[in-house]
Every structure is written in C-alpha cells, then in structure tokens.
C-alpha cells in the first residue's frame, strides 16, 4: 500500500514539475516582436529609450517596420506551406528524395529571400539615426544576437540562478 502511494506521489510531482515549465517556443521571437522594442513608450524599459529616438525617428521606424512586416507576410506563408510539404513528403510511405531536395532549395531560397528584406531594413533604420545612437544600437543588436545563443542562454540562468 505504501509504494503505491509512494509512486502516485512521485508521479504527481512530475506533472506539476512538467506543467509548471514554460512552454518553448524555440527561443523565436516573430521580427516584428524583436524589433518592436526599439519603439517602447517612454516610462518602458527598453533599447528604444536608451537610443532616445524623436518622434520622427519614431514614426519613421514605425511606418518602415509596417512596410516590412507587409513584404514579409506572404514569404512567411509561402514558407509555412514548404515547410508542411516537406513534411508530408519526408514522412510519405515512398519518400521522393528529388521532391525532397527541391522543397528544400525552394525552403532556403524563401529564408535567404527574407534575410536580404531584413537585413536592408536594418540598414534603412540605422542610417536614420546619429553617431551616438547608432553606437547604441549596435551595441544592442550584437547583445541581442549573443543573448539568442546557446551560450549567452546559458550565461542568462547562470546570472538568474
């Protein structure tokens, strides 16, 4: 009687401890999401206040990040619908190893088609600002990229723990 008890409680504790876990979401933030802090109401804390932006930097960046999300929307869908079919095809009963790389070309080609829309982006919004805070800003995007890495993850709970 008592090890069954014993293993109810175990088991018990081990779903708390699983639904108590965040859930993951990859470490992926949407772009729109990760770029949007620049763009935080004074009184958030965030790069936006550190770089202390005018109200035209800001509509500026705003109008700019809606024009990308805009182009980005439909890669992103066309990208969603690769990334479905190569589903479908890697777990087909006779998988077509051509069909199979072609969908990956056509998946790679839809990611570096959304990098070069990024990257020029990022390059529009820093030549809006001054020296000073276009320091800042790169100061901040190579904290974010090092922050997203596994290692910089693993600094982070070292530093929370």
Known sequence: ??????????LLSMSVVTFAQPADRGGKKPFIERD???????GQRGPGDALNLTVEQK????KSMLEV???LQPI???LGEAMARQKTLTTAEKPDLGAINKNIEKIGALKIEMA???AKHHLEMRAQLTDEQRLKFDAHKGKMMQDRSPKGMKHRMRMQG
Not at 1 to 10: C, D, G, P, Q
Not at 59 to 62: I, Q, W
């Open 1 to 10: 009687m008592k090890t069954k008890i014993l293993m109810l409680a175990v």
């Open 36 to 42: 949007k802090v620049l763009l935080m109401n004074k």
């Open 59 to 62: 509509e500026a960046f705003k």
């Open 69 to 71: 999300q805009k182009q």
């Open 76 to 78: 992103r869908n066309e």
């Open 116 to 118: 070069k829309i990024q």
